[in-house]
């Protein structure tokens, strides 16, 4: 299936889109994006498609235990086994360069939890270890620490943390890292952040870049990068090359893949280094070709079409939230045009932010309840869509109205609303294994009502 044809295929084809595709055809853009939650295409429609492109779109999580999220009792993690397992139309693609949380839940990633493992719902800490400079001492948790950079002693001995993750990770379905993809194409993904680094217009675009800094002790400080005396500083250190500030970049990529000697390789590095910005990690995505079949090559320099499933942040429920990629997509497209003007290999690209929203529809098997209540809603929006507006906005109204009757009716349970807040996953007590169950009606919504359904849940069950 051509980049075209799966365009079609999700609903998202148009004279629009066909200006859009000749600009990339033509190399008059780098990037141009699309959101998927806005498509009139239906929910199982959609899964058809995609199962039937060519490779498989990256579901961007973090890492962490992920074994709690494969066997149904994650709550609001729930969603990438719905999209990576059940229905098989993404992959786990994790990155790695995340924080450790913090002891009391307010700092680092106090979601994905890496510092600790989850067993039903329970959660346990592990027992960090950082970097003082001359050997590995115990973290007090007092602040999030740099995941590569970090240490963990279990069963007597000692090793990275990222390595324990990654040997823990048994799921049904592979995942690929952030710091694998980028070891992978080192040579390439250098290429783009030079070429970002030397086309950026002023210091403003520069810190789009590398906003932030790690030092060596596991520490992320925000410090934008900026020219200075014909090279670059960053933070305390000064570097005479965009190739020297890049080279400084990928230094962590090594801390992150150690199997063993981590305290040698963090006294070779830096006192600090910079790191990439979210926005270029979703760029390097893009261009390394993390969508593509068997995961490569990186690019062909023909136009392309990358579909990312990007969670709430990123990818929003429209129309309630569109997420933060649509949102800065307009301040970020320089550095895709730049990557495309500097280097022939690069793929211009038609980004396709696909929301994962319409997957916490589906409810644990072991709560029977809610799926019935959540069943009982859907068909009270496929009526609704049935006999009303087509447009999503003009269905809007309707919706809002049929969610506030709804929750009066069936007083969702705690677990759901959790789900929808966007809360802990920590459970109060321990949770069994449990199948993820699609509820009745699901697949008939299209996924731009879908997305209302959600965006209406959101603030209702939120105080």
């Known amino acids: 299936m051509s980049g075209w044809a799966t365009l079609e295929s999700l609903g998202l084809a148009g004279p629009e889109t066909e200006r859009d595709w000749a600009r990339l055809d033509a190399r008059e853009s780098g990037m ?96 960090l270890l950082r970097w003082n400079g001359d050997r590995f001492v115990p973290h007090d948790r007092a602040e999030p620490l740099f995941l590569p950079y970090v240490q963990v002693r279990r069963d007597g001995g000692d090793m990275p943390l990222l390595r324990l993750h990654r040997e823990n990770d048994r799921g049904p379905v592979p995942a690929d890292h952030h710091s694998a993809l980028w070891a992978r194409h080192r040579r390439r993904i250098g290429e783009i952040l030079v070429a970002l680094v030397r086309r950026a217009p002023d ?25 200075e005396r014909g090279g670059f500083r960053a933070g305390d250190l000064w570097y005479g090359s965009a190739e020297a500030l890049v080279s400084a970049a990928l230094a962590p990529v090594e801390a992150a893949l150690a199997r063993d000697g981590l305290g040698a390789v963090l006294r070779e590095m830096p006192s600090s280094v910079p790191l990439a910005s979210v926005d270029v990690v979703a760029l390097s995505y893009a261009l390394l070709g993390a969508h593509r079949p068997g995961r490569g090559p990186a690019g062909d320099g023909r136009p392309d079409v990358h579909i990312q499933w990007g969670a709430l942040a990123m990818a929003g429920h429209p129309p309630g939230s569109k997420g933060y990629f649509a949102r800065r997509a307009g301040k970020v497209g320089w550095m895709y045009d730049a990557a495309a003007a500097e280097l022939p290999w690069v793929s211009p690209v038609m980004f396709v932010i696909a929301p994962v929203a319409p997957y916490f529809l589906w409810t644990p098997e072991r709560e029977g309840d809610d799926l019935v209540a959540v069943e009982d809603l859907l068909r009270r929006v496929g009526a609704a869509a049935a006999s009303g507006p087509a447009h999503v906005a003009a269905l809007a109204p309707a919706v809002r109205e049929l ?29 069994p294994e449990s199948g993820l169950a699609e509820p009745a009606g699901f697949g008939e919504l299209t996924m731009a009502q879908a997305c209302l359904v959600v965006s209406c849940l959101v603030p209702a069950v939120t105080p």
């Open 32 to 127: 141009r994006w699309r959101h998927l939650g806005r498509s009139d295409v239906t929910m199982a429609e959609l899964a058809r498609a995609l199962r039937a492109a060519p490779g498989r779109p990256p579901r961007t999580g973090h890492v962490g235990d992920w074994d709690d999220i494969w066997r149904g009792r994650s709550g609001i993690l729930d969603y990438n086994a719905v999209v990576c397992r059940e229905l098989g139309i993404g992959y786990p693609l994790l990155y790695d360069f995340t924080q450790t949380e913090t002891a009391g839940l307010d700092g680092g990633d106090t979601l994905f939890l890496p510092g600790s493992l989850m067993r039903g719902g329970q959660r346990e800490e592990l027992r």
């Open 203 to 227: 210091d403003r675009a520069l810190a789009q870049v590398f906003g932030r800094t790690v030092r060596r002790d596991g520490g992320v400080v925000r410090t934008p990068v900026v020219r």
């Open 403 to 431: 969610v506030a009757k709804w929750l009066t009716d069936w007083p969702p349970s705690g677990r759901l609303r959790t789900r929808f807040r966007w809360e802990s996953r920590v459970a109060p007590d321990p949770l």
